[in-house]
């Protein structure tokens, strides 16, 4: 098993900044792509951000250019700071990750940190 423990989320003002953590632990041989996800009320869960061990990332349009996804190897932690922040970047965000065990993909998912911007 992973476990993935985020922190980082709060109350930010429009045009404000965050960068939020995600540390896994547990059984972490063999991660390949960490990265972040975002729910809205009433909304789907979507991708904000994710980033392969290798270091190749992808994002979703809505964040390109306001958000930046790193990751620590080392440290078995993956961030993202944001910046430029706007009231529909609210959300919770949870952290993912996935690695593979004997050819199977498992998918191991944070308990989430609530991020809210005021306009």
């Known amino acids: 098993q992973v476990q ?7 109350l930010v003002q429009a ?10 632990s547990g059984s972490i041989f063999g ?8 729910q809205a009320p ?3 869960r979507e991708l904000v951000a994710d980033i392969t061990s290798g270091g190749s990332t992808r994002y979703a349009d809505s964040v390109k250019g306001r958000f930046t996804i790193s ?8 961030y993202l700071q944001m ?4 009231p529909e970047d609210t959300a919770v965000y949870y952290c993912n990750a996935d690695r593979k065990v004997a050819g199977v993909p498992y998918f191991y998912w944070g ?6 911007v005021s306009s």
């Not at 990751?71 to 993956?78: E, G, I, M, Q, Y």
């Not at 308990?111 to 809210?116: C, D, R």
């Open 4 to 10: 993935l423990v985020e922190s980082g989320g709060g």
């Open 15 to 24: 045009g404000g900044s965050l960068r939020l953590s995600c540390a896994a």
């Open 31 to 38: 991660i390949n792509t960490m990265g972040w996800y975002r």
């Open 42 to 44: 009433g909304k789907q």
């Open 71 to 78: 990751r620590d190897n080392a440290k078995n932690t993956v």
């Open 83 to 86: 910046n430029s922040l706007k």
């Open 111 to 116: 308990q989430g940190t609530q991020v809210t």
